[in-house]
Structure formats: C-alpha cells, structure tokens
C-alpha cells in the first residue's frame, strides 16, 4: 500500500454519520465567514451560569494575550455532571477496570456527583481554596477521575503529575507548581511491575523540603501492601472522604479562570506547565470530542491514555463527560497478563470506540491476527488513534483486522497545548487517507510556513503553524510568559507555531513529519533531548553528552544517549550505569534504548553538535551522511561508528 489509499467518506455504509460532507463544508464555512459567531454557537454545547457574549478577545502579537468567552460564568463539574442529572441520573458515567481487582467498577452520573461533592467538601476542609493547586498522582482508578473533578468543583487547579515520573521530576514539578494538596496512591501494578506510588511522593517531598507547599496528602489504597503513613499531613483517602457530605455547591467560575496546569516538554531542559482555562478548555473539549467521537446512547468510549496526559484529561474525562458519554479507563497494558488481553476488555465492557496510541496498535499488531480474530469485537464502530504518527500498514492493520473494514479509523494531531483534536477527520463526512491526519476541524485556521516565513498555498511543506486563536489554546507557560511568547510564537510572528513540521497534499490533507525541535515521542510519550542532557550533566563524572531519537518498531521512537565520561572517570562510568540514572532521575519511560560512551561528538566549527549525524550513526549507518563539509574534525566520525558497531 501507498500513502496515497483513499477511502471514501460513504465506504462505512452502516456509520451512523455525524454529518453530511455538505453539513462538514458548510460548518466551516461558518466558522470562517463568522468565528465569534461559530464559537458562540459551539459554547452552547456546555452549561454556564453566565451566557459568555463574545468569542476571542487577545492577539497573537506583541505581548501575546489569549481570552474566549470572557464575560461568561461556569463550573466545569457543573458542565461534566450536575446538568445530566436529571436525564441521566443512572446512566453510567464512568467504568473503571483494575487489573486483578474484579469485575470493573461502574459509577453512574449521580455516583459520581456524590463522590465529587464529597472529595470538594474534603478538599476544602483542608483550606484548599479557589486557585490554589492540588496535584494529582494516581494510576488509572476512579479517584482520578473524581479528583480532576473536585478541583473543578471548588475552583482549585489541578496538576495531574505521572505515576512514571522520578522523585526529583516529581519534586520539581510540586516546588514549580506551589501545589498545597497532593493526592496519591499506595502502590499500583502496571503490567508485572510495582509502581511505588506513595513511597515515590514522600521521596519528593523529601527532596522539596521547604521550597513546597504541600500541607496534606490523601492516599487511595490501590492495593494491600503495607504503607507508610505520616500522621498530621497523611490521610487514608476512602477513610477521610467518605464522611463528607454527598453535596457541595459549586464555585462559580469566570471563564478565563485557570483549571488545570500540566507539564509538557520542550527543547529546554526545564519541564514547563501549560495553563488551560474554565471556559474555553470545556467548549473545546466538548466540540473537539462531540465532532470526531460523537456519542450516541449506549456508546463507551475507551481511551486508553493514562490520565496525567492530555489525551486522559480531554479524552478520558472532560470530552466524554461534558458530552453525557460513557467513558472507560483501565490500568491494564496491551498484551499483559496474556495476548489479546484488550480485546477482551473490548469484548467484556461492549466497547463501541476505542481510541489509543499508534505504539499500542504496532505492539498488538505483532501479537498476530488470530489474538484479534478470535474476540467478538462487534461492539466497535469507531477506532481512534493520536499521539504520534502513525504509518499506513499499522493503520490499514487497525482497520482491516480489528474494524474488519466496517469502522472508520480516526488518526487525530493535538498536543498537550492545543488541548483538542485540531487536525482530525469527521467520519462519514470526508474520505480517510491511511497515515494522514487528514484536516483541520471546522474553525481551525491551520497553517504551512515555508523557510522564508511565507504561507505556503495549497500543496507544500514546512512549518506547522496555527493563525488564529481557538478556545482551548493553552494560555500561557505557568510563571513564564515571555518563555510561552518566545517557544510558541517566534516562528511566524502572528501565528501559533506547533513544534511540528507538517506536509500538505493537494487535497488539503496534512501528513505529519515530525517535529522540528529537539523532542522526541517515546511510545506517545514527550521528552526533550535538553531534558536527558541536563540531567547528565549533573553527574561531575560528565563532561558533555547528547541525546537523539531514532525510529524505533513499537515504541516509534527510541532515546539514544552519547556521552563523553571524563578522563580520570572513564573506568567508573558504564553505559548501564548511564541508562538507569537516567531513568531514575527522570522515569522509566526516559530509560536509554542505547548508551555510548565516545571521546567527543561531532561539532561544526563553531562547536555546534550535528544531531543530524548522531541520530544517522545511532542507527547503524555508516554512510549517506550526506554534506559533512561544516565538520570540525571528520575522525570523530569513524570512531563512532566504529563505537556503534562494536555494540550492535
Ligand atoms: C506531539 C504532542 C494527541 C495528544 C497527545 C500528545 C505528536 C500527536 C500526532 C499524530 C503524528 C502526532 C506531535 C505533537 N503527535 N498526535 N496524530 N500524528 N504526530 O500530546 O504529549 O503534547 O505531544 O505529539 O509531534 O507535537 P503531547
């Protein structure tokens, strides 16, 4: 198969649509002829105390200020949960799946109104108050879900911080952040391993010491080993919460107040958080997964992104929920305890959308398909897939074996900045190309800048960028604006640069190439280059070192690390050494593919590093390195390779 496979918008003949192609055309052409207009209308789709009466108000010069909705007024848990209450009262809301745990647990919209009005009345028993931070660290378990909302609830920002992330990462993201709360978890099992949650946090705080603000932490017994309680700051979260009252009033928000912050990487070796507001975040959520999942009654929607993600904020809870939909999370990995253990969870809970990374599907496509074939997956009628790009025979194999051809695949571009699909298809209203992320959702004014700076017309390729505002456009770098300004907006002065590179077909359709800064996606997960070097760096036994990517078969891109030890420590420093304090100070998911201990790295003449080249040596080539004429010193060049080599 070629990238340039076409099926067309009316080959899913049993695809209950969402619209008609001319309905998707003419939505966009209102979006366009009257943005204030369109994104007024799209605001209805959530419930606000105050009716906002203007769309955008901000510019994307000079100091850069991003406002929607701004005399609007709303609770985003209100949006998510109170407004279905009376027509939705016993459907269920939430069903939450834990490996080894029993049947899943199944929370309808007034369970859960209950266990969010009792977290927010605990919450603020504990004098957390509207702004303040509350971080959030928890495997997959219905308490995550509740929590995210809780915050909401009481008008706290949450910061959901990873379960993978090290004590240090998380110390700096709790000092960054000035959370007062955290709220975590005894231990958890992912896959075969032990992920020691709490034992992780206290190390944190350890290391935080008096720089954070953290005063309590709810634990949530997630299993039955023993933990470590410390009396005055720890509480037992069931054994705490549950005597509040199943009742709370929410706190009614201005649109433009925070709701939630989440820490992203970028080519520096800082992590930074990005601010997503009330208003705006909960339209976009709500459009953004009302138009590429739709939900009909009866759907389940299973994302299988872990929450501290923002494809587990907007496509796990906020989406779903603020379009009354069914959503289902699980700790379970693709494959594990035994093959196929997916399609079961499928088959079991009658999924009818399954959305996950394009590194899930390449791992259960190399389980054979048999495991697939041999599971009534029926209950299907829409694939998902984002994250990273995904290539068309890992598409086609989603499509063919697992829809059996009868359910669209929806490859979806977003970021954790753009809080949404942005490049998306509508299934049923336009044809699918595999390995495209086809086009921008209606109201999306997406842009392809060439090297000049100039606006690529029709076919073309170069720089991703975005010219106009949308609702859920993060705001700004929490504490560090003119670092928001300079990451996102010094390309093309004017226009939202994603980091991305992206290539346009003539039908308008867009196909990403990756991204045109020093980070790199790990099985869907952001890491910069910067951030492994930095933390090398901290290793007195290191002189210089350097991190790239290379194309990795499941995990799509894998972390190779060059490191050039000092003289008098050469002896003491291994390249297994190198690849598990790395992965301690940073998370497993940072563990090296590769580590190589070299004498020095190629540089132009200016003492640059040629990435270039270090990313075509860490993957075994040893010639078309195409113009090394800016090389200092071309010997360096052979003894890597020769270093390479000898390992592989
Ligand atoms: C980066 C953002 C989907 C939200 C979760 C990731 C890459 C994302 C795709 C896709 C090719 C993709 C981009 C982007 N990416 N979706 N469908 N095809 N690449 O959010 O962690 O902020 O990462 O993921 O490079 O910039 P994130």
Request: net charge negative.
């Amino acid at each position: 198969m070629t990238d340039t496979t076409v099926i067309p918008a009316g080959f899913y003949k049993d695809y209950p649509a969402l619209l008609s192609p001319e309905g998707l055309e003419a939505m966009r052409e209102h979006a366009h002829r009257d943005p204030d207009g369109f994104w007024l209308e799209q605001a209805e789709r959530v419930h606000w105390h105050k009716k906002p009466t203007r769309g955008f108000s901000g510019s994307f010069t000079g100091d850069v200020s991003i406002r929607w909705f701004e005399d609007g007024q709303l609770n985003v848990s209100v949006c998510c949960i109170d407004r279905f209450l009376t027509e939705k009262a016993d459907q269920v809301a939430l069903i939450a799946h834990r490996e080894g745990h029993g049947p899943a647990e199944k929370l309808t919209y007034t369970m859960l109104h209950e266990r969010v009005c009792r977290l927010a009345n605990a919450l603020s028993h504990l004098g957390v108050e509207k702004g303040q931070r509350v971080a959030i660290c928890l495997p997959m378990c219905s308490e995550a879900v509740v929590a995210m909302l809780a915050c909401a609830r009481i008008g706290a920002v949450h910061v959901v911080l990873f379960g993978g992330f090290s004590a240090e990462g998380i110390a700096e993201r709790l000092v960054d952040s000035q959370a007062v709360v955290v709220i975590t978890a005894s231990t958890s099992r992912r896959g075969a391993k032990m992920v020691p949650f709490k034992e992780t946090m206290d190390a944190a705080l350890q290391r935080a010491g008096a720089s954070s603000a953290v005063h309590s932490m709810l634990v949530v017994r997630t299993s039955d080993d023993p933990v470590m309680m410390l009396p005055g700051r720890d509480h037992d979260y069931h054994g705490f919460v549950d005597h509040f009252e199943a009742d709370f009033v929410p706190v009614v928000m201005k649109a433009e107040d925070p709701l939630f912050m989440l820490y992203t990487s970028g080519s520096t070796g800082k992590p930074k958080a990005v601010v997503h507001s009330c208003g705006g975040y909960i339209v976009w959520a709500a459009y953004t997964m009302g138009m590429v999942y739709t939900f009909r009654p009866g759907d389940v929607l299973w994302c299988t992104a872990d929450v501290a993600w923002i494809t587990g904020h907007t496509s796990v809870v906020y989406g779903p929920l603020a379009n009354g939909g069914t959503t289902m999370i699980s700790d379970s990995l693709p494959g594990h305890p035994y093959p196929g253990r997916w399609w079961d969870l499928v088959q079991e809970n009658k999924v009818t959308m399954l959305f996950t990374a394009p590194t899930a599907v390449r791992s259960m496509m190399a389980e054979g398909d048999e495991v697939v074939l041999k599971r009534d997956l029926s209950s299907l009628r829409l694939l998902g897939v984002a994250g990273e790009p995904i290539s068309p025979d890992a598409w086609l194999w989603y499509h063919d074996v697992v829809g059996q051809k009868r359910c669209p695949v929806a490859d979806t571009w977003w970021q954790t900045e753009t809080a949404g699909v942005v490049l998306g298809p509508i299934a049923g209203a336009q044809p699918l190309k595999p390995g495209s992320a086809s086009t921008p959702l209606p109201g999306v004014d997406m842009r392809i800048i060439d090297q000049q700076g100039n606006t690529v017309e029709g076919a073309g390729e170069g720089a991703l960028c975005i010219a106009r505002s949308w609702p859920g456009q993060a705001r700004t770098i929490w504490g560090d604006h003119a670092r928001f300004v300079q990451t996102y907006f010094g390309v093309a002065p004017g226009q939202y640069f994603t980091g991305d590179g992206a290539r346009r077909d003539a039908d308008g359709y867009y196909w990403i190439t990756g991204r045109m800064d020093d980070v790199i996606n790990i099985a869907g997960h952001r890491l910069g280059t910067a951030e492994v070097e930095d933390v090398l760096g901290e290793d007195h036994r290191v002189v210089e070192s350097a991190a790239v990517g290379i194309p990795h078969p499941v995990k799509g891109e894998a972390l190779v690390v060059f490191v050039i030890p000092r003289k008098d420590a050469a002896g003491e420093l291994t390249e297994e050494g190198i690849g598990r304090f790395v992965a301690k100070q940073l998370g497993r998911y940072a563990a090296p593919e590769a580590v190589y201990l070299v004498p020095d790295l190629p540089r132009t003449r200016s003492g640059k590093i040629v990435r270039r080249l270090l990313r075509k040596i860490a993957q075994g080539e040893t010639e078309n390195f195409g113009d090394l004429s800016a090389l200092n010193d071309m010997a360096v060049v052979k003894t890597l390779c020769d270093r390479v080599w000898a390992q592989s």
